[in-house]
C-alpha cells in the first residue's frame, strides 16, 4: 500500500520521468518531436511496474485517453485506485474510504494529458549516449512544488510520431523518487470513457 501512496504524492505534487542516461548529442528537434509524439497519442494502454527508492515494486495496468483522462489499475489485491476523468486526478484508498482530488491543468500529468502539448517553457531534451533514446526533463520553475518530469521514449517507427513512452521516474519535493516502466505498449486503441469512472469509497466506521 505504501507504493501506491507514495505513487500518488509524486504524480500530483510532482512529476518526474526519467531512465537514467549519461552525455553526448541532443538533437534539437526532439521536443518538437516529443510534443508531436504526444499530440498524435489519442490512448494507450501498457502494463506498468512501479518501484520506490528502496526497490520495493508493484505491478498494473495503465489506461490513457487523451485529453485528460488516464487509470492506473494495481494488481496484487492492492484495492486502491489513481484516476483521471477528464477534469480532475483521484486517488481513491478504498480500504480506508478515502478519496483525494486534484485539478488535473494543476498536476505534472498535464503533461502527459493535455489536448495541446506545449513544452517549451517547462521541458528541456536531456544528453543521452543512447541515439535511440530520447529523455525529457520538465519542471515547471514557477510551480516548484510539483517537483520534475522526466519522459524517456524510445526511437519506434510504429509509435505515434516515432517515439514510444518508456517509462517515468516521479520525484517529489521531499526528493524521494518513484521508478514506472511500462511494457506492451498499445497506442490508440478504442478505450470507452467509462474506463475513467470509478465507485465513490465508502467511509469506515471509527
Do not use: H
Not at 23 to 38: F, I, N, W
Not at 172 to 190: E, F, G, M, P
Amino acid at each position: 500500500m505504501f507504493l501506491v501512496k507514495m505513487l500518488a504524492r509524486a504524480l500530483i505534487p510532482a512529476l518526474a520521468v526519467a531512465l537514467a542516461v549519461p552525455a553526448p548529442a541532443v538533437t534539437s528537434g526532439d521536443l518538437a518531436a516529443v510534443e508531436a509524439s504526444l499530440g498524435a497519442t489519442r490512448s494507450m494502454t501498457a502494463g506498468f511496474v512501479q518501484a520506490d527508492g528502496k526497490g520495493r515494486q508493484m505491478a498494473g495496468t495503465l489506461t490513457l485517453k487523451r485529453p485528460g483522462m488516464i487509470r492506473f489499475a494495481y494488481g496484487g489485491g492492492v484495492n486502491m485506485l489513481l484516476v483521471a476523468n477528464g477534469k480532475t486526478l483521484n486517488f481513491i484508498d478504498y480500504d480506508v474510504g478515502q478519496k483525494s482530488s486534484w485539478p488535473i491543468a494543476k498536476s505534472p500529468l498535464a503533461v502527459l494529458l493535455s489536448p495541446n502539448p506545449d513544452l517549451g517553457r517547462i521541458a528541456r531534451v536531456m544528453p543521452s549516449d543512447n541515439a535511440q533514446v530520447v529523455v525529457v526533463r520538465a519542471r515547471d520553475a514557477r510551480r516548484p512544488e510539483f517537483g520534475t518530469l522526466v519522459l524517456a521514449f524510445q526511437r519506434s517507427a510504429g509509435a505515434p510520431g516515432g517515439l514510444q513512452l518508456e517509462g517515468w521516474t516521479a520525484i517529489d519535493a521531499q526528493n524521494k523518487k518513484t521508478i514506472v516502466r511500462l511494457s506492451n505498449q498499445r497506442y490508440n486503441v478504442s478505450v470507452p470513457d467509462s474506463v475513467f469512472t470509478f465507485a465513490e469509497p465508502k467511509r469506515k466506521k471509527a
